[in-house]
């Protein structure tokens, strides 16, 4: 395993480059199962979730191709054994994206239950409801759901509850049905209108992404496809907060800002000064401390949950109190006891913590617990003073695509060592 060591209290400024989508590429990864040829896709990060979702791809009968000029082919039109084992899905909860293709595509499915994670049960009833309502068998047995279908039966689908992944499954499954589907109360994450962007490039025909109200009219077949991923606006939001951490100024290109807009009123609201143009984003903190703010997480367009965690690393230097409360999920704290050794002054009642901010963190031997804490940690480490460790950096890596490397690039002193 390894860990990262980061010597603390530098400014960071410069520019670097924002990588394609995490949650955008898994789901259009599990897409290439419906399609009658390969897709190639561009922009892909180099994540760990992204190699998972390939080995599974691979284990059902897939083929890809890393090519030299870093786009990926992916031929997922045979596949021969329609089975995702534990072993992988039970790294990488989006594996339940593989079954919406699955079914639709083959008419059957043995997907292994994803299980909890350290942010909470992750329940995937949403999904199985939903595509029983689409005429689907569904069996729950040994940790695995069996699922068998005909024909899925386009119609409409009422989500009692919005669920970014549930939305996508249920429009994959749709895009093959008979008939029309339509989803309310979809989400509408810009993850899911890339998906889609996608799914209409192979031949779907689908209206109201990025609205809660979608609308699938199933075709009988999809081809491969060319596309480039959208920019991963949550990566850019985390390396944005370590320029203001850190009270410096860096360059994010290749992002859309458009989809950032919750991100940055808050980050205005520290009194960060923000420059936006056509692909880039630029964050001057001007040296100063930032403002305190307070966050509440919820469904896009509005505070996304994946920013909690790095906000609340901010919120714990910032000149004054804040309260940060997560709506999405229900155990998404296992940062703060991590960042409270580093002298943050932060309490935890219920779903919201109310922050006290210090003028400093001191460094710590830390660990990392689930993707987004991670993050935060590696945020106060830069802005604390003295050296910071922290262990179990594959949570890292599942979502930030050479975090060290691209810190290093802003002038951060860190490093990756082996345990
Ligand atoms: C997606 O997870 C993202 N993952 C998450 O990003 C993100 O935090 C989350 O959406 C919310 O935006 C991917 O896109 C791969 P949900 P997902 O279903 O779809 C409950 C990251 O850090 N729920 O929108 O699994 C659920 O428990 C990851 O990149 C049910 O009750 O999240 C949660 O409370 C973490 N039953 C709420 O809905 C279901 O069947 C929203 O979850 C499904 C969900």
Redesign the pocket.
Known sequence: MYKLIINGGIVLNGHIKAAGS??SS?PILFASILANGPIILTNTPHLSDVSTTLRLLMDMGAEFILESDNSLFVDSSKLTNLVAQYNLVKTM??SILALGPMLTKYGKAKISLPGGCA?????????LKALENLGAFIKVENGYIYATAKKLIGTEIHFD??????TENIIMAATLATGTTTIHNA?Q?P?IVDLVNCLIKMGAKISGAGTSIITIEGVDELSGVTYAVCPDR?EAGTYLIAAAITGGKITIKNVCYQSMRAILAKLLETGADIKTEKNSITLDMQGKRPKAVNIKTSTYPNF???MQAQFTALNAIADGCSTITET??ENRFMHIPELSRMGANLTLEDNTVTCKGVKSLTGAHLMATD??ASASLVLAGLAATGTTTIERVYHLDR?YETIEEKLKLLGAQIERVQD
């Not at 942010?119 to 999904?127: C, D, K, T, Y």
């Open positions: 995490k949650n898994l909860r989006a942010i909470g049960s992750r329940p995937v009833n949403l999904h509850q919005i669920s970014v992944t549930a989400a994450e993850e949550i996304p949950t994946d999405i999920f993707l987004r979502g």
